[in-house]
């Protein structure tokens, strides 16, 4: 079963599902916009399953994508601050979220846990639900931006409304 923290591979790149919801009998896949564009193909493969990139927000780094296996709907919350957790399929870091609005949280990351290639897009957790998906991180600072997921479950709920 597919679940959020699960990696993914589209062209010789990669990154993190943050999320699924579910969405005609099957599941949308969320997952940072730019992997797609440096990558230059809208494919991506998670597990046994290949799929397409079939929206991309105009307003935010985030793509969606239909995947018709069995997957994990996540639990969403607004982030709080305080402690959190980034938890991929390849590891766990700890975090801080430190401000957060409606659209985007910073989180402070841990210096010697720090994300790298590949963890674009790993949830972010607390109480055990996803508060945000991490975007980008700045290494000189150690702190992160992440796309709330809030801001992620009004934009996949529009999406579900709004296609044919």
Not at 86 to 100: F, K, P, Q, W, Y
Not at 137 to 164: D, H, M, W
Request: aromatic letters at 10%; one cysteine or more; a positive charge.
């Amino acid at each position: 079963m597919l679940r959020a923290g699960d990696q993914f591979i589209s062209g010789r790149s990669g990154g993190v599902v943050s999320a699924f919801y579910p969405y005609r009998g099957g599941y949308l896949g969320v997952a940072p916009a730019h992997i797609f564009r440096y990558s230059g193909t809208d494919e991506l493969r998670i597990g046994a399953h290949r799929s397409r990139v079939v929206h991309y927000c105009s307003d935010a780094d985030i793509a969606f994508f239909l995947v018709l296996g069995q997957c994990e709907p996540t639990r969403f919350a607004r982030p709080r601050l305080g402690d959190a957790e980034l938890i991929n399929s390849a590891r766990r870091m700890g975090c801080r979220v430190t401000e957060a609005s409606w659209s985007i949280a910073y989180v402070v990351l841990q210096p010697g846990n720090l994300p790298g290639p590949g963890d674009s897009g790993t949830p972010v957790f607390q109480d055990g639900a996803v508060v945000g998906m991490l975007i980008n991180i700045n290494l000189g600072t150690c702190r992160g931006t992440v796309i709330t997921g809030e801001f992620i479950r009004s934009k996949l709920s529009e999406y579900a409304q709004s296609s044919p």
